[in-house]
């Protein structure tokens, strides 16, 4: 007896860019079909092979259109109150960053409004924010804290973060990201704000389970890599992973701090070097290119993308959406963007958005390809070819949408 598969869905006549390694390039499947049951795909391969199922499922043709795994922005500030437009129009008329902020703007303005907003009004901005990338074909979202800096605000948002998932159909990843700048109670005492955060904030945040990771923005405006060491050493204690925001305007070696640990990933790193590149690429570490805050803040200093081909460390794409530095809520416009401003190839573009945004989380088990085990979160395009995602801005036309093999009602 051959080969029967569950099915309660079979997808035929489609194309699949599986992006797995299969030979070809994007995994492409041409001619193909895909089963699913229970949420899972169960089958994957050429419908001429199609092998017997088990059951009478639902039968789709899509018409040689072609299916990629569900998007996934593995970096995101989502959750937030307020705007800073005006910033936006001081910086383009020659204001500085440093004075903006001493009158009182920059993060300091964001974690003002956030600190003001209810729980349900900062879930109906998130919500509005969430509902936009689902729109685009993302069905999996990191969703970070850190626009609180006390303890009360930082709950609710990750509380916020957490609900997301029980008003879409996406998936939601939260990260503790208490340190992401020093509050107004700290000033000038950043250790003393370190001990808080390790000793009263990390420990409510793991026991009220309400984070799957532990971030620093580890700069010289932000946190010491002794700093920065303390608070991951406290996420370990916790059996909580890390991720670190490293290597953004200097290189201060936060990136080989954070292979030491294991990271997750470690994102921005345009100043990152080849001792950091070697330390992430021993420890399995991630690359997080944001290509949005490099955009939006007119840098030139790209990321070491040569260096992460040679040796071999897997690319992440993000939209690092937040209201300062990247306040783009478009995931597909990061793959363009990765192309045109940093050189990846669309191939390593569309694989940063999908199976590695997927490590960047820790979900590469579950999501990030088109594979036999994996979750049944889908995306059909109506492209010629799984380039057209990296070529064309704005225009894609998404057919259907699946999340743990259900239909995401567009």
């Known amino acids: 007896m051959g080969l029967v598969v569950d099915a ?42 199609l092998p017997e199922l088990n059951q009478e499922p639902l039968i789709e043709s899509l018409k040689g259109q072609w299916l990629t795994p569900g998007l ?16 936006f129009e001081q910086r383009l008329q020659g204001v500085s960053y440093a004075d903006i902020a001493a009158q009182g703007g920059g993060i300091q303005r964001t974690v003002s409004a956030t600190r003001a907003a209810s729980e349900q009004e900062l879930l109906q901005l998130a919500l509005q924010r969430a509902t936009t990338l689902l729109s685009q074909g993302v069905t999996c979202i990191e969703v970070k804290s850190g626009y609180g800096l006390d303890s009360q605000t930082e709950l609710k948002m990750l509380r916020v973060a957490r609900q997301l998932a029980e008003h879409l159909p996406i998936k939601v990843q939260t990260t503790f990201l208490g340190a992401h700048a020093l509050p107004p109670e700290y000033a000038d005492n950043a250790d003393a704000y370190i001990d808080m955060l390790c000793n009263e904030l990390l420990p409510q945040v793991a026991q009220q389970k309400l984070a799957d990771a532990v971030d620093v923005f580890c700069e010289s405006i932000g946190f010491t890599v002794e700093q920065t060491r303390r608070v991951f050493e406290q996420a370990k204690a916790l059996d909580l992973p890390v991720k670190l925001h490293a ?4 290189n201060m070696g936060g990136s080989a701090l954070a292979a030491s640990f294991n990271a ?12 950091g590149v070697q330390a992430i ?43 300062g530095s990247s306040p783009i809520c478009n995931l597909p416009l990061m793959i363009n963007m990765a192309c045109t401003l940093f050189g990846l190839t669309p191939e390593e573009a569309l694989q940063g958005v ?7 989380l820790g979900m590469e088990q579950h999501i990030g390809s088109i594979e036999v085990g994996k979750q049944a979160d889908l995306v059909c395009w109506d492209i010629s070819h799984p380039n057209q995602l990296a070529y064309q801005i704005g225009n894609h036309s998404i057919i259907k949408m699946w999340q743990n093999g259900a239909v995401i009602n567009l």
């Not at 996934?72 to 910033?87: K, Q, S």
């Not at 997750?264 to 001792?275: A, F, G, K, Q, R």
Request: with cysteine; proline share 5%.
């Open 247 to 250: 290597e953004q305007l200097t």
């Open 281 to 323: 690429a021993q420890s399995g570490t991630v690359a997080t290119l944001l290509p949005g805050a490099f955009y939006y803040l007119k840098e030139t200093q790209k990321p070491p993308i040569d260096l992460l081909r040679q040796y071999k460390v897997p690319m992440a794409l993000a939209t690092d959406f937040n209201p």
């Open 354 to 360: 999908t199976i590695n945004a997927a490590k960047a």
């Open 72 to 87: 996934i922005d593995c970096h995101t500030h989502l959750v937030f109150a307020g705007n800073r437009a005006d910033e």
């Open 8 to 49: 309660d869905t079979l997808l035929l006549d489609v194309n699949l860019a599986t992006i797995t390694e299969n030979g070809q390039p994007y995994g492409i499947v041409r001619n193909a079909a895909l089963t699913m049951a229970g949420g899972q795909i169960t089958w994957v391969g050429q419908q001429s092979e």
């Open 264 to 275: 997750l990933s470690v994102d921005h790193i345009e100043y990152l070097d080849e001792t």
